[in-house]
């Protein structure tokens, strides 16, 4: 569920996405009252559409409640309040997930008519005083052109071998019998070498920034076992299957999910904002605290102190650009990188990590950066412009404007970047949850991106997608496996409160038919 107001200082806003338009769309007169379905989804991001798509398909009535305007949490594209042929992806904008999630491999976005572009090059690292790392889809290319390059091919050739095995360890319920015992044998002790103080295994500092890069993903301080396990699995993507895009923007990836709702017979409302307990069975994609507005005292004690202390991490500031003309980088071969991250070296990285846990602004913020009209040339509109994606991680809540620091970080690898940005959309970490409630002080993880949270969720259950309400289940990213645009929470969700309350144990084929 997303907070009430679309718009942002200087940010994107629109109406209806496409995929609602014309569609059987529910008012919102009675609608989160009315008894008259199965169960009810509050919010409308990937992991809510993905838990509704699973009930829906396994025969039940499934109603999803979305406060904003438009569908699709995360994952929405709107268009510039001033030029409108330019789409900004709200949140995410690059979907490694898109392809190898077991939801969405499943689910098969691409034979429902999205298109994934797979660049040739996964992501980028720009570095100080030398030249960049680049991160291909090639493995080995990347080796190729990295100072030790059978360092990189020793920790990720085995991993992108068997991508199935990893991404399945990684995005699993943690509570069976991991896929492929040969993966998990050969994740361990590589999250164990990039996760501890040691940070052993890769030799150069090009590499080492290249893995830290996609580590910070996870906005936790590094080194880490959590941003240790999210770059192997990053990285491993980045050359098993590629980095993603799709094509119009990232609205496409619930779009489909919507449509496959409806056509099985759900129901969408939009534009309204669940402020007491719907009817019979609910699942929740919001953050775990919105059910002490929701259900206040009817919670029990324990469970609702638990709330109460849940803590969320540090946030993103939102910085979108519009652009003239390509970025004028000082390392060429950044022209072809749709997917950038401009922390600077290991260290580097680290540090600012370490300072935005504490509260503190960083000197050199890690910054991720995004063009998708490489991939996408159609994000051009008809004057050339086209859109710049970023995130500066700051502390929590912070309501430092970071459009300054991120074009200053632009100008240090791409001298002359001011003079192709034709408008700037900033928003603070503090004002992100006007957009989406979810992101609670800009944090996008939603209180996940730790290791107890991965495993246990916001209270330690054996099973945390149930609360203790009969009834009420969680479905986002506070949820195992944690964030990402995969829908794999929606979808644990789904199985355990199809089998507690409906018996059943089968789940639905999620294939196009």
Not at 22 to 27: C, L, T
Not at 159 to 167: I, P, R, W
């Amino acid at each position: 569920m997303a907070g009430r107001s679309e718009a942002t200082r200087g940010g994107a806003s629109a109406g209806r996405s496409e995929a609602t338009r014309g569609m059987d769309v529910a008012g919102r007169s009675g609608a989160t009252r009315g008894a008259d379905v199965d169960v009810t989804v509050v919010g409308s991001g990937p992991n809510g559409l993905s838990a509704a798509v699973t009930c829906a398909r396994a025969g039940l009535k499934v109603r999803v409640i979305e406060a904003q305007p438009t569908a699709g949490g995360g994952a929405r594209t709107l268009a510039d309040p001033e030029f409108p042929g330019v789409g900004h992806d709200i949140c995410s904008a690059v979907h490694p997930l898109a392809l190898a999630s077991p939801f969405f491999s499943q689910f098969d976005l691409r034979a429902r008519g999205v298109q994934l572009t797979v660049p040739d090059v996964s992501y980028a690292n720009p570095l100080p005083g030398r030249p960049a790392a680049i991160g291909y889809a090639d493995l080995d290319r990347t080796c190729d052109e990295l100072d030790d390059g059978s360092s990189w091919r020793r920790l990720i050739g085995p991993l992108a071998a068997d991508c199935d095995g990893v991404v399945g360890l990684l995005l699993g319920d943690k509570r069976s019998i991991p896929p492929s015992l040969p993966a998990a044998l050969r994740i361990a002790p590589r999250v164990l070498a990039q996760g501890t103080p040691l940070w052993r295994s890769l030799r150069g500092e090009d590499a080492r920034a290249l893995f830290s890069g996609v580590a910070a993903h996870t906005i936790s301080q590094m080194p880490s076992l959590v941003s240790s396990g999210a770059g192997l699995m990053l990285a491993t993507l980045a050359h098993a299957v590629g980095w993603p895009i799709p094509v119009g923007g990232s609205q496409a990836i619930p779009d489909a999910l919507i449509a496959d709702l409806l056509c099985h017979g759900g129901e969408l409302v939009l534009g309204e904002e669940v402020t007491e307990p719907p009817a019979g069975v609910v699942l929740y994609d919001t953050a775990p605290t919105a059910l002490l507005r929701i259900y206040g005292d009817r919670l029990p004690p324990r469970y609702s102190k638990t709330l109460q202390h849940y803590r969320f991490g540090p946030g993103v500031a939102k910085v979108d650009f519009v652009l003239s003309d390509e970025i004028p980088w000082s390392d060429p071969r950044l022209a072809d990188a749709p997917t950038l991250h401009l922390g600077g070296t290991r260290q580097q990285m680290a540090l600012a990590e370490r300072e935005i846990a504490r509260g503190r602004l960083a000197e050199w913020p890690m910054v991720l950066a995004a063009l998708p009209h490489l991939a996408d040339p159609g994000r051009i509109d008809e004057r050339g412009r086209r859109p710049l994606w970023t995130y500066a991680h700051v502390p929590a809540g912070s309501d430092v404007d970071m459009a300054d620091t991120v074009t200053g970080m632009f100008e240090r690898f791409a001298p002359g970047f001011r003079d192709v940005v034709v408008a700037v959309r900033s928003v603070p970490a503090s004002r992100l949850s006007e957009h989406n409630a979810n992101l609670v002080g800009g944090d996008i993880g939603v209180g996940a991106n730790n290791m107890v949270s991965a495993l246990t969720g916001p209270s330690v259950r054996w099973d945390p997608w149930a609360t203790p309400l009969p009834g009420v289940y969680l479905c986002s990213s506070a949820a195992p496996p944690g964030a990402g645009v995969h829908g794999m929470a929606g979808y644990y969700a789904a199985r355990t409160m199809l089998r507690r309350k409906f018996g059943i144990t089968t789940l639905p084929d999620l294939a196009p038919r």
